[in-house]
């Protein structure tokens, strides 16, 4: 059965540093998401991604964070100066269609930040 | 605002017991809601949804407009249903954005 999956599955940045989170969504999936949680707290929305643009973000995905689909394969979550409350898991996930709300998840990247 | 709560951090049974894992939301419109589990060293993955009104792995959950719930409900217990349990709203700006509860775990003892 295909699956979304995620690499690294641990990173370990100081802060000011760039990372690059990266996503294999399934293969014949149309939109693509991010979502993080922090630790003892909700999953939180970050950004959705169709037909190469964004279709919504959130209040936390600021100006230091940037979503791209370099190759029609994969799509990364890159953060260009990491803060310590950046630290947290960021799950990649992938739909079909809009309508069923189906989203099928990555296992996760666990960010931390020193 | 769009919000979901789950008011259980925790919630512990036996083996055989009935569970109801609650879920209250905030949303002005038709809300999509959805349970979404999480075992242990897996993934989030949908459990069901309430515009398809199924049972899955013994589990429904009913949407209640005037109580704002959307309960997940099993009348027996087994112990492969322990896992962290989250509640999610559909927002409504039709771009797939979920928002999530805070998650329930469950607990289901021998």
């Known amino acids: 059965e295909p699956e979304v999956t995620q690499t690294p599955s641990h990173q370990v940045t100081q802060m000011g540093q760039e990372v690059i989170l990266r996503c294999v969504p399934i293969?014949?999936?149309?939109?693509f998401y991010w979502y993080r949680q922090i630790l003892g707290q909700k999953v939180e929305f970050l950004v959705s991604?169709?037909?190469?643009?964004?279709?919504?973000k959130s209040e936390i995905f600021d100006d230091q964070f940037s979503v791209e689909r370099p190759d029609g394969s994969n799509f990364t979550l890159k953060i260009r100066s990491t803060k310590l409350e950046d630290s947290a898991m960021y799950f990649c996930?992938?739909?079909?269609?809009?309508?069923?709300?189906?989203?099928?998840f990555g296992p996760g990247t666990r960010l931390t930040v020193t | 605002a769009q919000r979901v709560t789950q008011p259980e951090k925790l919630l512990s049974v036996f083996k055989g017991a009935p569970v109801e894992l609650k879920c209250n939301y905030s949303?002005?419109?038709?809300?999509?809601l959805f349970w979404y589990v999480q075992y242990s060293r897996q993934r989030l993955q949908l459990l069901l949804r309430h515009i398809s009104r199924e049972s899955i792995k013994g589990f429904t959950a009913d949407l209640n407009k005037g109580e704002t719930s959307f309960h997940l409900k099993k009348p027996f217990a087994q112990e492969e249903d322990s896992a962290m349990y989250y509640c999610s709203l559909g927002g409504s700006s039709n771009t797939g954005k979920l928002i999530f509860g805070q998650g329930t775990t469950l607990q289901v003892k021998p």
């Open positions: 996930a992938s739909s079909l269609t809009l309508s069923s709300y189906e989203q099928y």
């Open positions: 293969s014949n999936h149309l939109y």
């Open positions: 991604f169709y037909n190469n643009e964004i279709s919504e």
């Open positions: 949303y002005s419109g038709s809300p999509e």
